[in-house]
């Protein structure tokens, strides 16, 4: 019963190094997501795959690249880190019909010091 | 362009006493809509989703939303809260075109004995 696993949970990053945050499902769900939440903004989603091979740009994509790397796991990248993109990133999975909801892990926090 | 509004940030109330909180969404057509919670270093958990039919729709942990598409409404309400309902609460609508959410702010609900 793992759901949504997120690795690390924890991350401290200096300005400029990169990292690159796991995500995998069990569920074997079609779509996979990765969010990032800050403080009184909610959820915005960084990138998105709808399906395995595919992946498409959300809300905020600059400065992140994501890897779709066979249909369990889907991961995120940040080439550059950079202050701003202190925040905690979670990463979700739905079957993919719109009418199925997300399933959601327990997040990153990543600090960018 | 589609956004959800969770016009509280903060509410307290009291242990046993009612509970409503506020989503208004604005969107070309009826949306399909969900409440998730988010306990402090969590994820997020699906409370309930409305996606057409009986506008009063059951959730989890005593939790319902009524769907109201006159006012563009969605609001969660609990008769009797308890300490354990202490917790982020966040509206989400989904856009169809590739299954993206789009996530209200937040409420963060505080409960006092």
């Known amino acids: 019963n793992a759901g949504v696993t997120q690795t690390p949970k924890f991350q401290v990053l200096k300005t400029g190094q990169s990292m690159t945050l796991q995500c995998a499902q069990d569920m074997n769900h079609n779509s996979m997501y990765w969010y990032r939440q800050d403080p009184g903004m909610g959820l915005r989603l960084i990138y998105y795959s709808a399906s395995e091979g595919t992946t498409d740009k959300g809300e905020v994509p600059n400065g992140y690249n994501v890897s779709r790397l066979n249909k369990r796991e889907f991961s995120l990248r940040l080439e550059s880190a950079a202050p701003s993109q202190t925040s905690v990133y979670f990463c979700?999975?739905?079957?993919?019909?719109?009418?199925?909801?997300?399933?959601f892990g327990d997040g990153t926090r990543l600090s960018i010091l | 362009a589609q956004s959800v509004t969770q016009p509280d940030i903060h509410i307290t109330v009291s242990e046993g006493a009612s509970l409503e909180l506020r989503c208004n969404y604005s969107y070309g057509a009826t949306p399909y809509l969900f409440w998730y919670v988010q306990s402090p270093g969590q994820g997020l958990q699906l409370l309930l989703k409305?996606?057409?039919?009986?506008?009063l729709v059951q959730g989890i942990k005593g939790f319902e939303a009524e769907f109201k598409r006159s006012q563009s409404s969605f609001n969660l309400r609990k008769p009797s809260v308890h300490w354990s309902d202490a917790a982020e609460y966040f509206c989400?609508?989904?856009?169809?075109?590739?299954?993206?959410?789009?996530f209200g702010a937040g409420t963060i609900l505080r409960v006092k004995s």
């Open positions: 409305y996606f057409s039919g009986d506008t």
């Open positions: 989400a609508a989904l856009m169809t075109y590739g299954n993206k959410l789009v």
């Open positions: 979700a999975s739905s079957k993919g019909s719109s009418n199925q909801p997300q399933h």
